[in-house]
């Protein structure tokens, strides 16, 4: 049975589980309320399934292969990208061009091209961000406690550039458990019927581009 909305409202506010925390008070409620609804309905369909707790998500902070100056960084991404990747900031909940993709395929990073996730892991978590319940493998991500804004939260990140992604929560769905929140701003999408792009060197990356070259 799903708990009350007053009961929701408390369970956002206080697990910390939206992925924004630059927004602004009202659009902060709206979206960790989103993220209550969201919950409930998990553990109420997946009672039986036992998740994991915060503090046994693994932490593993990648050392970036990619290094370059903020100025290069700046020079490459577009602004929404650069705020996500390099500020660790949050793009509004539903705004994402990447929420609603449901083709096969990989989504990569949108500053190196590095593959993170597959079509085959995403699902509708109804909060208003992409989710997987993992990685494409283990070395594609790296991850790090994240203690910002009043909240205890596990980062995410692309290990080749150390690109910000978004955060994990414990209320994914089997077999898992986790959800990875990830932003559409740090990704670009390859459709399977399409050749696999190779990872693009940082130096030859067009300003703003995706590992195919399209803009995201």
């Known amino acids: 049975m799903l708990v009350g909305a007053t009961s929701l409202i408390a369970l956002g506010l206080l697990s910390g589980?939206?992925?924004?925390?630059?927004?602004?008070t009202e659009t902060q409620l709206r979206q960790r309320y989103v993220v209550a609804q969201a919950q409930g309905a998990q553990v109420?369909?997946?009672s039986s399934f036992e998740r994991p707790t915060?503090?046994?998500?693994?932490?593993?902070?990648?050392?970036?292969?990619?290094?370059l100056s903020e100025e290069e960084w700046r020079a490459r991404l577009t602004p929404a990208q650069y705020q996500v990747l390099r500020e660790e900031g949050t793009e509004?909940?539903?705004?994402?061009?990447?929420?609603?993709?449901?083709?096969?395929?990989?989504?990569?990073?949108?500053?190196?091209?590095?593959?993170?996730?597959?079509?085959?892991?995403?699902y509708d978590s109804r909060t208003g961000w992409p989710s997987f319940y993992a990685p494409?493998?283990?070395e594609a991500v790296g991850t790090k406690?994240?203690?910002?804004?009043?909240?205890?939260?596990?980062?995410?990140h692309c290990?080749?550039?150390g690109g910000h992604l978004g955060h994990i929560?414990?209320?994914?769905?089997?077999?898992?458990?986790l959800r990875y929140c990830v932003n559409s701003a740090s990704m670009g999408f390859t459709p399977a019927d399409e050749a696999p792009a190779d990872e693009t060197p940082a130096d030859e990356a067009p300003a703003g581009a995706n590992s195919d070259g399209t803009a995201p």
Request: glycine share 8%.
């Open 17 to 24: 589980s939206s992925c924004s925390a630059n927004s602004s």
């Open 145 to 156: 406690m994240d203690t910002s804004h009043g909240m205890r939260r596990v980062e995410v």
């Open 54 to 67: 915060l503090d046994e998500i693994p932490l593993r902070e990648a050392e970036p292969q990619v290094q």
């Open 44 to 46: 109420a369909e997946d």
């Open 159 to 161: 290990s080749r550039c």
């Open 92 to 122: 509004r909940a539903g705004s994402g061009e990447l929420l609603h993709v449901k083709e096969d395929g990989t989504f990569v990073c949108a500053a190196c091209g590095q593959e993170l996730f597959s079509s085959d892991h995403k």
């Open 136 to 138: 494409i493998s283990e």
């Open 169 to 177: 929560f414990p209320d994914g769905p089997a077999p898992t458990g």
